[in-house]
């Protein structure tokens, strides 16, 4: 049995027990039977009524569980939709109590995760807000009176992420714009003068809008200012060159550019006022010094046509160089013709460089040429001989493909002129393979006059008996011994002091050579023994390398003797 069904049985026997000791006291009272009963009746009515009351209370109780349920799973479906989550799947077979409780409880979880979402999401409209701000961007697409998911609020983080990056990227490039815009300001004397500009020189960093658009405005202005110190830049170092050509001119003293020094250098607003000064006060000097203005542009035109490879022609063409008659129209002329012989030069420098190189490299190698043709060569003792045919050999080889660059620019200078490239009146590449085919003419002509005088010491060596060889170190196998002549026609002939002899007659006082040409002996065989008839002719390489008997038989004095004798 259930406790309430013993509790509701102990209600009625203390019910009982009330009434009977109610009807006691009423009989010891002695109350009579028609007022027993309407005292019965009274507290019939009495229990009745608070029972119903007791009821009623309790079924008023249940109706407000019941509409508790209902409300509950109407804010449950509400929620779940809000949250885009699924609902609530409520057990079955459990009392009202517990349904309301259970669904109540769940209510109670879904509004903290509602109210915790909303937070968030209003917390990062407000980061949202500042960075729209800061960067004039447009806000991001999300509802803030709607309930996020986990979804959006995930990505509308990683939105704002990107927003914070994109801020320290904007900010890092407008801090580091602007200190170049201060630098440039600074170096050109310039004030703010614009308002953005002010925003840009004044405000707080912290406070500038770092909107495409301004990071855009401020590139631009960098840009303008970047042109101007340029502009600056190149007018100061116009005046510069105008300055340094007109104290060369005009040779003003190395003292006086001293103090000028500071504006050489730097390209400020005071540094251009006082270079356009100085260019002033040097022009109107250079009008009192015309003649020697004039001559010094001379002088500088006469290196340039000698850079620019200018023919004799092209030299006359300009005929203010060779006028006696000095004014500013002729100092004019000439300044002009300067400007343009620079500006030619600068256009075409690298042509007139690789000309000049080859020219060089040309010199240089006809020097090697002519060395290597140097007897004289083979007695150096610090490696020059190899050094220098090393060189010849790079400069053969490294030529033609100087040559070969060099047609390529000239070809595109003569397409983009519409004329041909002269050096000295002549066409270069012409002029190149002049220079090969001369120098090809002379070592053919050297070679042939090597050939014919060879063929005149050959001669001489058939016609007189002798060869002029060239020293040697080596030993010689065979001995050498000294050879009488032979006695011509009963006339006696002296015989040298060295190993060669030679063969003489005494005729009206001359030494005569013997026409018959000599045998050459191997160096591996002795001389023949001597027969009673006569003596063998002297060894011929004995002969050949003393030099010293060589000017005996060339020489007078020994001549001169045997006459005497």
């Given at each position: 049995m259930r406790?309430?069904?013993?509790?509701?049985?102990?209600?009625?026997?203390?019910?009982?027990?009330?009434?009977?000791?109610?009807?006691?006291?009423?009989?010891?009272?002695?109350?009579?039977?028609?007022?027993?009963?309407?005292?019965?009746?009274?507290?019939?009515?009495?229990?009745?009524?608070?029972?119903?009351?007791?009821?009623?209370?309790?079924?008023?109780?249940?109706?407000?569980?019941?509409?508790?349920?209902?409300?509950?799973?109407?804010?449950?479906?509400?929620?779940?939709?809000?949250?885009?989550?699924?609902?609530?799947?409520?057990?079955?077979?459990?009392?009202?109590?517990?349904?309301?409780?259970?669904?109540?409880?769940?209510?109670e979880v879904l509004m903290k995760e509602k109210n915790r979402r909303m937070d968030q999401l209003k917390a990062l409209l407000e980061q949202e807000q500042d960075l729209c701000d800061i960067l004039c961007s447009l806000p991001y697409?999300?509802?803030?009176?709607?309930?996020?998911?986990?979804?959006?609020?995930?990505?509308?983080?990683?939105?704002?992420?990107?927003?914070?990056?994109?801020?320290?990227?904007r900010y890092s490039e407008f801090t580091e714009l602007k200190k170049q815009i201060i630098l440039h300001m600074e170096e050109l004397d310039h004030l703010p003068e614009t308002s953005f500009e002010k925003d840009v020189v004044c405000e707080d960093e912290d406070s500038f809008c770092l909107s495409r658009d301004n990071i855009t405005a401020l590139k631009l202005l960098l840009c303008q200012l970047e042109e101007r110190k340029a502009e600056n830049e190149a007018t100061c170092e116009s005046h510069r060159e105008k300055i340094q050509q007109l104290w060369d001119r005009l040779q003003v003293p190395h003292e006086e550019r001293a103090l000028f020094n500071e504006h050489m250098v730097a390209s400020r607003k005071r540094n251009l006022e006082a270079l356009q000064t100085e260019v002033l006060r040097l022009e109107k000097l250079q009008l009192q010094n015309i003649r020697n203005v004039t001559e010094a542009i001379r002088s500088e035109i006469s290196v340039f046509w000698e850079k620019c490879f200018f023919s004799i022609d092209e030299r006359q063409d300009f005929a203010p160089y060779f006028s006696e008659d000095f004014n500013e129209e002729l100092?004019?002329?000439?300044?002009?013709?300067?400007?343009?012989?620079?500006?030619?030069?600068?256009?075409?420098?690298?042509?007139?460089?690789?000309?000049?190189?080859?020219?060089?490299?040309?010199?240089?190698?006809?020097?090697?040429?002519?060395?290597?043709?140097?007897?004289?060569?083979?007695?150096?003792?610090?490696?020059?001989?190899?050094?220098?045919?090393?060189?010849?050999?790079?400069?053969?080889?490294?030529?033609?493909?100087?040559?070969?660059?060099?047609?390529?620019?000239?070809?595109?200078?003569?397409?983009?002129?519409?004329?041909?490239?002269?050096?000295?009146?002549?066409?270069?590449?012409?002029?190149v393979a002049e220079q090969w085919e001369l120098h090809r003419i002379e070592k053919e002509k050297e070679k042939a006059e090597r050939h014919l005088k060879k063929s005149k010491q050959t001669e001489e060596d058939m016609l007189y008996g002798t060869a002029v060889r060239t020293p040697s170190k080596r030993r010689f196998l065979g001995t050498t011994t000294p050879v009488k002549s032979r006695k011509l026609?009963?006339?006696?002939?002296?015989?040298?002091?060295?190993?060669?002899?030679?063969?003489?007659?005494?005729?009206?006082?001359?030494?005569?050579?013997?026409?018959?040409?000599?045998?050459?002996?191997?160096?591996?065989?002795?001389?023949?023994?001597?027969?009673?008839?006569?003596?063998?002719?002297?060894?011929?390489?004995?002969?050949?390398?003393?030099?010293?008997?060589?000017?005996?038989?060339?020489?007078?004095?020994?001549?001169?003797?045997?006459?005497?004798?």
């Open positions: 406790k309430s069904e013993v509790l509701a049985a102990e209600a009625v026997s203390c019910l009982n027990k009330a009434l009977c000791r109610l009807k006691d006291i009423w009989e010891e009272i002695g109350i009579p039977e028609d007022q027993r009963l309407q005292r019965t009746d009274v507290v019939k009515n009495h229990i009745k009524n608070l029972l119903d009351m007791m009821i009623k209370e309790e079924e008023s109780m249940k109706k407000r569980l019941l509409s508790s349920i209902q409300t509950c799973r109407t804010d449950m479906e509400k929620l779940c939709l809000q949250l885009q989550i699924p609902v609530f799947e409520e057990e079955d077979g459990i009392s009202i109590l517990q349904q309301e409780k259970n669904i109540r409880t769940e209510v697409a999300i509802a803030p009176d709607s309930v996020p998911s986990l979804e959006q609020l995930e990505n509308f983080r990683q939105h704002i992420a990107k927003q914070n990056e994109e801020k320290a990227k100092l004019a002329l000439h300044d002009a013709e300067i400007q343009r012989l620079k500006q030619h030069y600068e256009d075409h420098r690298e042509l007139y460089e690789g000309v000049q190189k080859w020219e060089e490299s040309w010199r240089l190698y006809l020097e090697l040429e002519k060395k290597a043709t140097d007897p004289t060569r083979f007695t150096n003792r610090g490696g020059n001989l190899l050094k220098e045919e090393k060189q010849r050999a790079e400069l053969h080889k490294n030529l033609p493909k100087l040559e070969k660059k060099l047609k390529a620019q000239i070809d595109a200078w003569e397409g983009e002129q519409g004329r041909e490239f002269l050096v000295n009146g002549q066409e270069f590449l012409q002029y026609n009963a006339t006696s002939s002296m015989s040298s002091g060295t190993s060669n002899s030679t063969m003489r007659s005494v005729y009206g006082g001359t030494v005569c050579r013997s026409p018959v040409p000599r045998l050459l002996l191997s160096a591996n065989k002795t001389p023949a023994p001597r027969t009673p008839g006569g003596s063998k002719p002297p060894h011929p390489r004995v002969r050949g390398c003393n030099k010293e008997n060589e000017v005996q038989f060339k020489g007078t004095p020994m001549s001169e003797g045997l006459g005497q004798h």
